[in-house]
Nanobody, 129 residues
């Protein structure tokens, strides 16, 4: 069972940057699909970025939603079992609670929350104009 804990959220102004971290309690080097999602008040949870399951010791395919592509970067530190989301050029519409998610093999991954069964409690990101 993988337990996840996000950190790194906070308040920034438009154009600012944040790096979110997600500490995993279990091995994430391979055979695990990983993702970042967000949910703004009154809106549905949406996929932000993901790393597909990789069966070797490299990185799986990375996917980004259209609204963050070019601004956000997902990565992972296999040795430390940490997943990162670096967010640059933040906009007020990025304000949301951000969640990391994981699903062990076999998994489809991607940006649909239905593909993930393990979730962290979330971390708040607020971007002011």
């Amino acid at each position: 069972q993988i337990h996840l804990e996000e950190s790194g959220g906070g308040s920034v102004t438009t154009g600012g940057s944040l790096r979110l971290s997600c500490a995993a309690s279990a091995y994430i080097r391979r055979n695990v699909c990983l993702g970042w999602f967000r949910q703004a008040p009154g809106k549905a949870r949406e996929g932000v970025a993901s790393i597909d399951c990789d069966y070797s010791y490299g990185d799986g395919v990375k996917r980004y939603s259209a609204f963050v592509k070019g601004r956000f970067t997902i990565s992972k530190d296999n040795g430390a079992n940490v997943i990162y989301l670096v967010m640059n050029n933040l906009k007020p519409e990025d304000t949301a609670t951000y969640y990391c998610a994981a699903e062990p093999y076999p998994c489809s991954g991607g940006l649909s929350q239905r593909e993930y069964g393990r979730w962290g409690p979330g971390t708040q990101v607020t971007v002011s104009a």
